[in-house]
């Protein structure tokens, strides 16, 4: 069965320093990809996706991720954090069958803004 | 356009007793999936509902049931509450089914079983 790791629990960074939150998974086939990112007492807003095709990929509030195969792993980046950014961030792989829309989430990345 | 709506946002109940969520999908999002978040056990797939079928189900008792009618519009119910089903409950729809749909999220509805 696909899992998704993210092994740091909770990141500390400062304002305006570069920030990777690292994300590795376990699929049986050609992954989907995906970053979310949830603030308190909100719902999952997507950062951005991988399905096939150029391996870094660009997402929303200028976040960027590298798939890397050899890897395993999907890991989030962007250089200069902003206070606004100090969320929870989720990484999560999407189903093997194609008919189906479950995503596999791994157990999150909480992200602490230092001014 | 609205995005996805969840009512309510959130709900106390005691332990035995049944509750109902409701989950508004984005205006001709078609499908609709449910997930439970917990502190220990994390985001967790529970069901997704495609023309008012339900196409996949996660590892939940049978205590956990969800409809979706023919507006997209779903529920979900859980029977029996107990204590550990204290989450946030999220809702998600997208266009059509399969893993090529983004799934788009509701803000939750926060379940506090007493």
């Known amino acids: 069965a696909q899992s998704v790791t993210q092994p740091d629990i909770h990141i500390t960074v400062s304002e305006g320093a570069s920030l990777e939150l690292r994300c590795n998974y376990s699929?049986?086939?050609?992954?989907?990809l995906f970053w979310y990112v949830q603030s308190p007492g909100q719902g999952l807003q997507l950062l951005l996706k991988y399905f096939s095709g150029d391996t870094l990929v660009q997402g929303i509030k200028g976040f960027e991720a590298e798939f890397k195969r050899s890897q395993s792993s999907f890991n989030l980046r962007k250089p200069s954090v902003h206070w606004s950014d100090a969320a929870e961030y989720f990484c999560?792989?999407?189903?093997?069958?194609?008919?189906?829309?479950?995503?596999?989430f791994g157990t999150g990345t909480r992200l602490q803004v230092t001014l | 356009k609205a995005g996805v709506t969840q009512t309510p946002r959130y709900l106390i109940k005691t332990r035995g007793q049944q509750v109902t969520l409701s989950c508004s999908p984005i205006s001709g999002h078609r499908s609709v999936s449910w997930y439970q978040q917990t502190p220990g056990q994390g985001l967790q797939f529970l069901f997704e509902y495609f023309s008012e079928t339900q196409r996949n189900k996660g590892n939940f008792p049978g205590r956990f049931s969800g409809r979706q009618f023919s507006n997209s519009r779903s529920e979900m119910n859980v029977s029996t509450l107990e204590l550990g089903d204290s989450a946030l409950y999220l809702c998600?729809?997208?266009?059509?089914?399969?893993?090529?749909?983004?799934?788009?999220f509701g803000p939750g509805t926060r379940l506090t079983v007493l």
């Open positions: 999560a792989v999407g189903p093997i069958t194609g008919t189906a829309s479950k995503l596999t």
């Open positions: 699929y049986g086939a050609t992954p989907y």
């Open positions: 998600a729809s997208s266009l059509g089914q399969g893993r090529y749909n983004e799934q788009f």
